[in-house]
């Protein structure tokens, strides 16, 4: 008898431990999910402005017989880039009429005497360098 | 790089001249997204290999007739067909369009939401606060300014008045933007009032120049007592929250609200500059200065509390140099001038003298800063000037007199902002 009772004591430990180990585990994922639970949180961000799209330049049929304006932006060396491409087009294409430039100012500032001047006697303009 | 697309876009818009802007490779990216921020998204550039600067006349011929980097078409070739092939029906396309910083709100776990900030580079990839509601509540506390009022709008450079056109476009923020970044850099509420004035002026805390810019603010008033910044022992170190967070709030701001710091677009230092993290932030010693303290000196009273912006290439100890020996009786005034005069004028030049070294200077014969800056500015018999204007040179006191060292660097002023009117 006395045995049967010790039996059946291990048993319920047994089952008791059995049961008790996952809902411990249960417990544990429980935690981990609470400190991963979703919260929500603000955007930091600023507000962009909408774009105006700009036309863009009617392109020529051809350079021959036309004038381009090369306009140095004021960084360094591109002068001796803007004489070479000078010398390109004269070696290549000498129908078109090169006008070497140097903006005046900084590189953002602007230059209406040039701009009018290539408005007037101008076809096309390549301006460099950008950096 | 800007300028150049800039001009082009005006002179194809305004004059209706065709024009093919010149830029070296490395700014295809910025090009890119500049052109179409600028309303040209078609704008046609021919792209050089990189650099220009430095290269002989025979290097450059050999250049301009080799294959563009990025399209990988003859270099002068592009050019001729750039100002003369029809425009396409993209090219000619106009409207407006709308743009998106995104959603107002994220919902998800706090890692994952951590790593979407960071992936998304909303962070400086240091840890953050997570900006929830009730935190952006409570740093809101620091205003009594409506979370919705309009705080100002910045760009990724600022633009000196008459410098020329504004090249980045402006992005705008409220009160409740700048609260929301605050909590991000870990920020107390009592120091709002300071990054709201800082970001009323528009400044960027991250220029995009390929200088490596780094920014610093001098804060002068009560408020540094109120808000215990240090400017004491290490006063321009991390050693108290206030200095650590508000640099770092201005640049989180910048990165998200003013859409500055973005690496090939909108950041293009060549090779960064480690104060970049948190910028400079100083806390004037007003106390133990022999003189008026920088805000006094430019017109505010000593009761303002009153923050005032830089910009240029940082501060470093002047001690390394050779103008400034450890010797038995050494010239303070001398070394100072020696050191400042030395930077490009362009910059200027700033001085952070601990009080120790500003007595020194005092009891040379300098009694305020004004004499002491127009003898520094004053050159050597038969040399020009090395400075244009007596603001092109700053002194600021700061730190600890434990020992006769002081900083410099070429940070040039920008402006000062009372801080009391964001409280």
């Given at each position: 008898m006395k045995w049967h009772i010790c039996v059946s004591l291990i048993a319920m430990l047994c089952l008791a431990l059995f049961y008790n180990l996952p809902i411990r585990n249960n417990q544990a994922q429980a935690q981990g999910k609470a400190g991963e639970e979703k919260i929500t949180v603000l955007s930091p961000m600023g507000i962009p402005p909408a774009i105006r799209l700009k036309t863009m330049a009617p392109r020529l049929d051809?350079?021959?017989?036309k004038t381009v304006y090369l306009v140095?932006?004021?960084?360094?060396?591109t002068d001796i880039l803007l004489k070479e491409v000078e010398d390109w087009f004269k070696a290549n294409m000498p129908t078109v009429n090169i006008v070497y430039r140097r903006k005046f100012g900084f590189f953002t500032s602007e230059d209406p005497f040039l701009w009018r001047e290539i408005k007037e006697k101008g076809h096309a303009m390549v301006m460099g360098v950008g950096h | 790089m800007s300028a150049v697309v800039d001009h082009c876009i005006n002179v194809e818009s305004k004059l209706g001249v065709p024009t093919v802007p010149l830029i070296i490779s490395e700014f295809h990216d910025q090009v890119k997204l500049h052109r179409k921020k600028k309303g040209m998204p078609g704008l046609r550039v021919t792209y050089l290999i990189s650099p220009v600067w430095g290269k002989t006349a025979k290097r450059l011929r050999n250049e301009i007739v080799a294959k563009s980097p990025?399209?990988?078409?003859?270099i002068m070739q592009e050019i001729v067909g750039n100002l003369t092939k029809p425009l396409t029906a993209e090219e000619k396309k106009m409207g407006t369009i709308e743009q998106s910083a995104g959603p107002e709100r994220f919902t998800d776990t706090p890692d994952n939401l951590r790593q979407y900030f960071m992936d998304n580079r909303m962070t400086d990839y240091l840890p953050i606060i997570l900006p929830t509601e009730e935190k952006v509540a409570e740093m809101l506390k620091g205003t009594s300014h409506h979370p919705d009022e309009v705080v100002g709008k910045m760009a990724a450079h600022t633009q000196f008045p008459g410098a020329g056109m504004e090249i980045f476009e402006h992005w705008s923020y409220t009160v409740k933007t700048v609260a929301i970044n605050a909590v991000m850099a870990g920020m107390k509420p009592e120091y709002l009032p300071v990054l709201l004035a800082v970001a009323s002026t528009g400044k960027e805390g991250l220029s995009v120049s390929d200088n490596s810019f780094t920014e610093m603010l001098v804060i002068n008033g009560p408020i540094r007592d109120e808000i215990k910044l240090n400017y004491g022992i290490g006063a321009m170190g991390p050693f108290s929250q206030a200095n650590s967070t508000i640099g770092r709030a201005w640049n989180l701001l910048s990165l998200n609200a003013g859409n500055c710091g973005r690496v090939g677009t909108t950041y293009m230092g060549v090779v960064g500059n480690p104060m970049n993290w948190n910028n400079i932030v100083i806390a004037e010693n007003e106390e133990d200065s022999p003189w008026q303290p920088f805000h006094v000196r430019h017109g505010y009273k000593p009761t303002d509390n009153v923050v005032s912006l830089f910009e240029g290439w940082g501060i470093i100890s002047a001690k390394n140099s050779k103008f400034s020996k450890w010797t038995r009786e050494p010239d303070f005034p001398g070394a100072i001038k020696r050191i400042l005069i030395d930077q490009d004028m362009l910059f200027g030049a700033t001085a952070v003298l601990s009080p120790v070294v500003a007595h020194f200077v005092k009891e040379a014969g300098f009694d305020s800063v004004d004499k002491f800056t127009i003898w520094i500015m004053k050159p050597e018999e038969g040399q020009w000037p090395d400075f244009r204007s007596i603001r092109d040179i700053n002194i600021i006191i700061t730190g600890g007199s434990n020992n006769n060292y002081w900083s410099y660097g070429g940070m040039r002023y920008f402006q000062s902002v009372l801080i009391d009117k964001w409280r």
């Open positions: 051809t350079l021959d017989g140095d932006v004021g960084y360094v060396g | 990025v399209s990988e078409t003859m």
